[in-house]
């Protein structure tokens, strides 16, 4: 792949997490398809395929910016003290504010499960 192709995917990258964080918040990960994430992202759905291999590894990416943001928060807090108490109180607080604030990636960390592993997890 040339530089001037490369970097046309890796710009539209942060777009495409953000369109299937929104998606996958609102309509579920089930109920959201590689189309749906495709079309709000304004690209063709094979595209999407540059940047992953399956709507899996999608979600994997977007929990994975999600739990940077809470953890991000956390750390954040925790720097403000110095007493191992206040810390451990901080950080207990920016991890619940950060799962509660109205924000995609969030929420997707919190209440977005694919059905596959909860059905192979009751099978097994």
């Not at 192709?5 to 299937?20: E, F, N, W």
């Not at 399956?54 to 977007?62: G, I, P, Q, R, S």
């Not at 920016?94 to 509660?100: F, T, Y």
């Not at 209440?111 to 059905?119: E, G, N």
């Amino acid at each position: 792949m040339n530089t001037r192709s490369k970097s046309h995917v890796d710009s539209r990258l942060p777009k495409v997490l953000d369109q299937a964080a929104k998606l996958f918040r609102t309509q579920g990960f089930e109920g959201t398809s590689v189309r749906d994430i495709a079309r709000a992202v304004g690209m063709l759905p094979g595209s999407l395929y540059c940047h992953f291999a399956t709507k899996e590894e999608l979600l994997a990416a977007v929990y994975l910016k999600g739990v940077e943001q809470i953890s991000a928060a956390v750390q954040t807090a925790v720097q403000l003290h110095a007493d191992p108490w206040e810390r451990l109180q901080a950080a207990c607080v920016a991890h619940l504010e950060s799962i509660l604030q109205d924000d995609d990636y969030a929420q997707v960390v919190i209440r977005v499960r694919p059905a596959a592993p909860a059905k192979a997890a009751v099978q097994a």
